[in-house]
């Protein structure tokens, strides 16, 4: 198990969600989902993305199956709690602990086959059973297949009920996502400080992927969604542009652990010059960021931070559609609720946020100042603190 993980309480989290919506379970199918429900983060889902490699059946008695396939059962009987049911369906894969005289083996397995595993973990009642399931990750076949089992009303989506349920934080997760922002946070102050004139974008992401690594041996992965000058847009594939004194450089990102994300955006000229009309740009988005700590809390809605920071950038025509998001274990990185302008949520303790106030141009270059956030009792604390500052 990943030390520390409240399983009992996350899955109460869900539970409560579960029972809100008056359904009588969930079947998850993301990589997120699954592994925050199980604890069990299935490899084949986060790599392939091939939804049905992996599901999680919650019910609402709090109930929780794992299933997945022979080749990564051994992996999660060793990390998944015992309270969690695992049963497993055979892979083309020859492993000799399962196998028999008789076996076959498919070429691939039928993705569509977890859909039907999960119908049978489920109770049921005379009446119906009503189940959510996240329908960005159902294939059209399973989803036809479980209309036709539970009926078309009764199956419904709880992409917002998983959200709901992970807005405020564990102990544990808390702690996980203070580790991350902060190292983030010092991987983009040693990357800033290497970069030199001269340099290109291939350098900026090696130097930061070997800073993370270095700083976090155990990460999983690392987001890098840097730009350099007027290259507003990040590169999947980094291109050797060659980066210019007077260049601005905007770090985005960090690494993940035990499952779960970093999200930090840093701003940096290089060479230790930059033009006037850039220093004044960036003191207008840092105007924006300074409102926003200095007005959150508990009890603060969401769309006040929005308006308040847009007023006090003051940048014409600027407009954003939000400033920051939550943070937990998304394999995308921007989790609901969000600092938008119809986001009618209030803040509470336990709920932990990133904060950004960015700018994208071809002509003046790109911005961000992000940090990640703790809503505590008495207002907020911040896991980094960005520089009012381009200079380092």
Request: charged fraction near 20%; include cysteine.
């Amino acid at each position: 198990m990943i030390k520390g993980r409240d399983q009992k309480a996350i899955v109460k989290k869900l539970q409560t969600e579960i029972q809100k919506a008056g359904l009588d379970a969930l079947i998850l199918t993301s990589a997120d989902g699954v592994f925050y429900s199980t604890g069990f983060a299935v490899r084949s889902l986060y790599r392939s993305g091939k939804t049905g490699n992996a599901a999680a059946v919650v019910t609402a008695d709090g109930d929780v199956a794992l299933i997945c396939s022979e080749f990564e059962k051994n992996a999660a009987v060793m990390v998944c709690d015992p309270s969690i049911r695992i049963e497993a369906y055979p892979v083309w894969i020859y492993i000799e602990d399962y196998a028999t005289e008789q076996m076959t083996k498919e070429v691939q397995p039928d993705l569509n086959k977890t859909y039907h595993m999960a119908v049978n973990l489920i109770p049921s009642k005379k009446d119906g059973v009503k189940i959510g399931v996240q329908s960005k990750w159902v294939t059209y076949e399973s989803g036809c297949y479980l209309r036709k089992v539970f009926g078309d009303h009764n199956v419904v989506d709880c992409t917002k009920i998983l959200s709901d349920a992970r807005i405020t934080k564990t102990p544990w997760e808390i702690e996980v996502l203070r580790h991350n922002a902060q190292l983030a946070e010092k991987a983009m102050n040693i990357t800033a400080k290497t970069i030199v004139p001269g340099m290109t974008t291939v350098d900026v992401h090696h130097i930061f992927h070997k800073t993370c690594l270095k700083l976090a041996p155990d990460m999983t992965a690392v987001s890098q969604s840097h730009t350099v000058g007027s290259d507003f847009a990040p590169a999947w594939i980094p291109q050797p542009r060659r980066i210019e004194r007077g260049d601005l450089i905007r770090l985005d990102g960090g690494p993940y652990t035990d499952g779960y994300k970093s999200d930090l955006g840093r701003t940096y000229a290089i060479g230790g010059a930059a033009s006037k009309d850039k220093e004044e740009l960036y003191a207008a988005l840092w105007r924006g960021y300074e409102f926003a700590v200095q007005h959150m809390g508990p009890g603060v809605k969401m769309s006040d931070i929005f308006h308040g920071t847009q007023q006090a950038i003051g940048i014409k025509n600027y407009v954003r559609g939000h400033h920051g998001h939550s943070i937990s274990c998304d394999i995308s990185g921007e989790e609901a609720p969000f600092f938008a302008p119809g986001e009618t949520r209030i803040l509470e303790p336990g709920m932990v946020l990133c904060f950004e106030t960015p700018f994208y141009s071809s002509t003046r270059q790109t911005y961000n100042i992000e940090d990640t956030l703790l809503v505590t009792e008495n207002g907020i604390e911040l896991f980094t603190k960005a520089s009012p500052s381009l200079y380092f």
